[in-house]
């Protein structure tokens, strides 16, 4: 028995005992063992911890893409859960890390029987170093069912420890187009190049939103692998999308190819899921550039891990891009699904004009879907080259798609099956592809060269196709070995290509348009013109895809419905009696494109109105991601304005629209990516004062979320452009209030505020004169006749204190607090004087303290007069006299004061004076005012005294 057989056998014998063991009660049944009762994600993140040794695979399970084992391999053991995604666009992450069992992801839309894997949909290992599985942001359209599926990988364990988690996958919005050097150490906010999008993906891996816009690079140059120069290096799983191949646009300019998925060299990550969407590669490598894929590699020539990555294209452009060795468009020796692409005008010098597909290593097994594309005007013109459009080792399964006019210089001008390749080629066209002489002198296959493996051949269309120079000789197909199969296709010429099968013709013009038209759809078609042996000559049961499910449309996709006739045509055209052409893509109105730019598709309108052209009379549907929307207009006046009749949701929308004519609808048009952002950026203010502050200065710091710029205002001033930190000063005692806005590209204004009080510091209390500097009498009456006079007071430390005199401040009598002052005041003129302080704390004055008055007299008295005694005295005698009012007394003789006194308000003054000796005494008087200004001298008075007599008197 075959080895195939006997692991089929094995396995049904498994599945039987399982089953026995269920019957006994010996085995619980797995929960979410069927697709039919899948655990239900209501919300995210979700977790799920389950043991799934009982799970086990259904008829119905669909076969996994990205699996490494033979072809149409299911994995062991299936769980399913599903998941529905709200009104907007969802991007998430999957992951089974921690689980004990090596471990699949795979995503589907739909049920059983009619399973459509999502793009990208699929990993096995993505995490380096363990056996468990990893999907990152994976983009998921609005309201749709998604189900997702965890099989076992291996051949004996099945199951095991279930960890699933799922979440929202980090979002990175480029908002550069440069590729600045040095390059940003990583994306933020307002801040972001591609590069440095890719390279925090790189590290947490998610989804790269990159807005319509060219995109060149320019730093450093090929053959580095960390993402710092060169290509763009893809070392985690992400998605990376833009807005529409004809909008966002990534320009390698010939520096290097664009992108490099799980580079050789760099620290891959095992097997990485890579998804690219919705853009447009040019210029990718170059004529001295000596690297396989022109614009994508992910392509190990040596063994390895790259196998088993899996690579996701979808309505991605790639022109003018080439390799001097395999691959000018793309070299891929990973599992990949490329749907609804162009490869257009690429060069490789050696094998794969536009794509180079396997070998695969290491027990692998690379399967590519090539789904809805188009591979033309390719050339690989070396002469040991083979494959101009495609050379392929891999399992390679074309559907709808159509290659044409692509050159080799020996082997396969359209594809070259060689080694231990596969293909499966089902309602392709192949046509107009050369193979001119190679280096052995012969070449073989215009169309297709099998050298191995197995080709087979299912509704499909190769015709015209040369080999030789000049002219050329037909050949649409040439075989060096491998079988060949063909059921229901055309092959014109195909004499050193021997089929089986039924239902094909041979032989016949096929009747086909000049060449590649936009006959609607994504990308360009060969058209079937009228009266083509192609037309309803396909399976009568339809033109089945891979699964054996009808295709429900041509490579033009919705709006070209298969088996118009009878039965479906040959090739990837189907002609309709009636065609409705695809209307030009909607256009957003300037009124209704708010912001900065009325052309840029950014707003907040959520009921914009969206206009475009048409056919009088037909019917137009707008259709939001996919989803037709109400209402729909009749075409007039070639035009038609429709403004949705429920608001959009916020995020990246995709307008289509449809025309409908006597019940005949067209393709949708391309699309329109508008992105509607109603919520306001996040404006906040962090720091800065609130409530009452003694400051006259302010500073605030403050976000402004996805705000394009800052503005800011004080009070009731203008707003002008500002940034964090933003800082005043000067500002007067009172209320005031800080307003900071920003602006959105759609529009949006985010706003914050903050209001507080300016208060002056509190006025100090009255300064002391100190005792040193207060002469005279007394030390604290404030009269002084110092000329320099120290003032002390309290304060707050820190605030600096200013003395005044009246209202003047002081020149040179200020200082700074600190435990109290003294400060020094020197030329104060005689007179009054009112001495209070200020202090000033944080740029505000206080109001003046409590005035201490202070009173400086620097002037002597006069001298006073001596009235009295006169004539002869006794030896105890009353002395008087006049002077300077409040004035102190002082009565001398000689150096010796005899006595004091202090004249009264009049100046009146007495004093007694006891004498010791007889005879004549002369005494003098002086006065000393408040101040201690004492002034000169009396006139001398001479008093006589008479001991005697007044000792007689005595007794």
Same mark, same amino acid.
């Given at each position: 028995m075959p080895t195939r057989n006997l692991r089929e056998f094995a396995y049904r014998r498994l599945l039987l005992l399982l089953l026995a063991a269920l019957c006994a009660g010996q085995v619980q049944a797995q929960v979410n063992d069927d697709w039919s009762n899948a655990t239900v994600i209501a919300t995210l993140p979700f977790s799920d911890a389950q043991t799934t040794s009982a799970a086990t695979t259904e008829p119905t399970d669909p076969e996994s893409i990205c699996f490494i084992g033979a072809a149409g391999s299911q994995?062991?053991? =299936? +769980?399913?859960?599903?998941?529905? *995604?709200?009104? =907007? %666009?969802?991007?998430?992450?999957?992951?089974? $890390?921690? @689980? @004990?069992? %090596?471990?699949?992801?795979?995503?589907?839309?739909?049920?059983?029987?009619?399973?459509?894997?999502?793009?990208?949909?699929?990993? #096995? #290992?993505?995490?380096?170093?363990?056996?468990?599985?990893?999907?990152?942001?994976?983009?998921?359209?609005?309201?749709?069912?998604?189900?997702?599926?965890?099989?076992?990988? /291996?051949?004996? *364990?099945?199951?095991?420890?279930? &960890?699933? $988690?799922?979440?929202?996958?980090? &979002?990175?919005?480029?908002?550069? @187009?440069?590729?600045?050097?040095?390059?940003?150490? $990583?994306?933020?906010?307002? %801040?972001?190049?591609?590069?440095?999008?890719?390279?925090?993906?790189?590290?947490?891996?998610?989804?790269?939103? +990159?807005?319509?816009?060219?995109?060149?690079? @320019?730093?450093? =140059?090929?053959?580095?692998?960390?993402?710092?120069? /060169?290509?763009? %290096?893809?070392?985690?799983?992400?998605?990376?999308?833009?807005?529409?191949?004809? &909008?966002?646009?990534?320009?390698?300019?010939?520096l290097d190819r664009a992108f490099a998925v799980d580079p050789?060299?760099?620290?891959?990550?095992?097997r990485v899921t890579a998804i690219i969407a919705d853009l447009a590669i040019i210029n990718g490598g170059g004529p001295s550039f000596f690297g396989d894929g022109g614009a994508i590699r992910a392509y190990d020539s040596g063994g390895g891990n790259l196998s088993n990555d899996f690579v996701a294209l979808q309505r991605v452009k790639i022109g003018n891009s080439r390799s001097q060795l395999n691959g000018g468009a793309m070299a891929l020796s990973a599992r990949g699904m490329i749907h609804d692409c162009e490869f257009s005008a690429n060069y490789a010098n050696s094998t794969g004009g536009a794509l180079t597909l396997g070998p695969s290593f290491g027990g692998g097994d690379t399967t590519i879907d090539i789904v809805g594309s188009t591979i033309a005007n390719n050339q690989a013109p070396s002469s040991f080259s083979g494959g101009g459009g495609i050379k392929s080792t891999a399992r390679l399964r074309l559907t709808n798609s159509t290659v044409f006019s692509n050159t080799s210089g020996y082997h396969g001008g359209g594809i070259y099956l060689t080694g231990t390749g596969n293909a499966d080629l089902r309602s392709s066209t192949i046509v107009a592809n050369v193979a001119r002489s190679g280096g052995s002198g012969t070449s073989n296959g215009g169309g297709l060269r099998v050298d191995g493996g197995a080709m087979n051949l299912a509704n499909t269309l190769v015709a015209n196709n040369t080999t030789g120079s000049g002219a050329g000789v037909a050949d649409d197909c040439t075989a060096g070995g491998g079988t060949l199969s063909a059921n229901y296709s055309l092959i014109r010429n195909g004499t050193a290509c021997i089929f089986t099968g039924t239902g094909n013709l041979s032989g016949s013009d096929p009747l086909l348009d000049i060449g590649l038209a936009d006959n609607g759809g994504p990308t360009r078609t060969l058209a079937l013109l009228a009266g083509s042996p192609a037309i309803d000559a396909g399976n009568p049961a339809g033109c089945l895809d891979r699964f054996g499910q009808a295709l429900a449309f041509d490579q033009r996709g919705q709006g070209f419905p298969r088996s118009s006739g009878a039965a479906c045509d040959i090739g990837a055209y189907e002609r309709s009696a009636t065609v409705v052409a695809a209307p030009d893509m909607p256009v957003l109105a300037s009124a209704s494109d708010s912001g900065s730019s009325d052309s840029d598709g950014i707003t907040n309108i959520a009921q914009p109105h969206l206009l475009g052209t048409c056919t009088d009379g037909d019917t137009m549907t707008l259709s939001v991601d996919a989803t037709p929307i109400t209402p729909t207009a009749v075409c007039a006046a070639s035009a038609f304005d429709i403004v949705p009749a429920t608001p959009l949701a916020d995020g990246m929308r995709a307008i289509t629209v449809t025309a409908t004519r006597n019940g005949t609808t067209s393709a949708a048009s391309p699309a329109l990516d508008i992105v509607i952002d109603t919520g306001a950026p996040a404006v906040a203010i962090n720091t800065g004062p609130s409530g009452i502050v003694v400051d006259a200065g302010a500073t605030f710091t403050f976000g402004i979320g996805d705000g394009l710029g800052a503005e800011c205002r004080l009070d009731a001033s203008s707003f002008a452009a500002c940034s964090s930190p933003a800082s005043y000063s000067g500002l007067a005692p009172g209320p005031h209030s800080f307003d900071v806005r920003a602006f959105d590209l759609a529009g949006n204004i985010g706003t914050d505020t903050r209001s507080w009080t300016v208060a002056a510091p509190s006025a100090p209390a009255t300064p002391v004169l100190d005792a040193a500097s207060d002469s005279g009498r007394f030390a604290d009456d404030g009269v002084t006749n110092a000329a320099s006079l120290v003032f002390t007071g309290s304060c707050v430390d820190g605030d600096l204190v200013q003395l005044y005199d009246g209202t003047n401040a002081l020149a040179g009598a200020s200082a700074t607090c600190s435990a109290g002052y003294t400060i020094n005041v020197a030329g104060l003129a005689e007179g009054a004087h009112a001495i209070a302080a200020s202090v000033t704390r944080g740029g505000l004055e206080s109001t003046l303290g409590g005035a201490l008055s202070v009173l400086i007299d620097r002037t002597a008295p006069a001298a006073p007069t001596i009235l009295g005694p006169t004539g002869p005295s006794a030896s105890r005698v009353d002395v008087s006299g006049q002077s300077e009012a409040n004035a102190d007394i002082s009565v001398r003789e000689g150096p010796t004061t005899l006595c004091t006194a202090l004249s009264d308000g009049n100046g009146d003054w007495a004093c007694q004076v006891q004498f010791q000796s007889g005879g004549s005494h002369s005494l003098t008087a002086t006065a000393t005012d408040l101040a201690g200004n004492e002034g000169p001298a009396s006139n001398a008075v001479v008093i006589d005294v008479d001991l005697i007599f007044a000792s007689g008197f005595d007794d």
């Open positions: 994995g062991r053991g =299936s +769980v399913w859960y599903r998941y529905t *995604t709200g009104s =907007s %666009d969802e991007f998430l992450s999957i992951s089974t $890390a921690g @689980s @004990s069992y %090596d471990t699949v992801i795979n995503v589907y839309r739909g049920s059983p029987g009619s399973f459509q894997p999502v793009l990208g949909g699929c990993n #096995d #290992d993505g995490i380096s170093g363990v056996f468990q599985a990893r999907l990152s942001g994976l983009r998921l359209r609005a309201d749709t069912s998604y189900s997702i599926e965890i099989v076992s990988h /291996g051949s004996s *364990t099945f199951g095991g420890s279930l &960890q699933l $988690a799922v979440a929202s996958a980090p &979002q990175y919005l480029v908002t550069r @187009s440069d590729d600045p050097n040095p390059a940003l150490a $990583a994306c933020a906010p307002g %801040d972001c190049t591609l590069r440095a999008a890719i390279k925090s993906a790189n590290t947490t891996p998610g989804a790269v939103i +990159v807005p319509a816009g060219t995109y060149a690079i @320019s730093l450093g =140059s090929s053959g580095e692998d960390a993402n710092n120069g /060169g290509d763009f %290096d893809i070392r985690a799983g992400m998605g990376i999308y833009g807005a529409g191949p004809g &909008q966002t646009i990534v320009n390698a300019g010939n050789s060299g760099g620290s891959a990550t095992g």
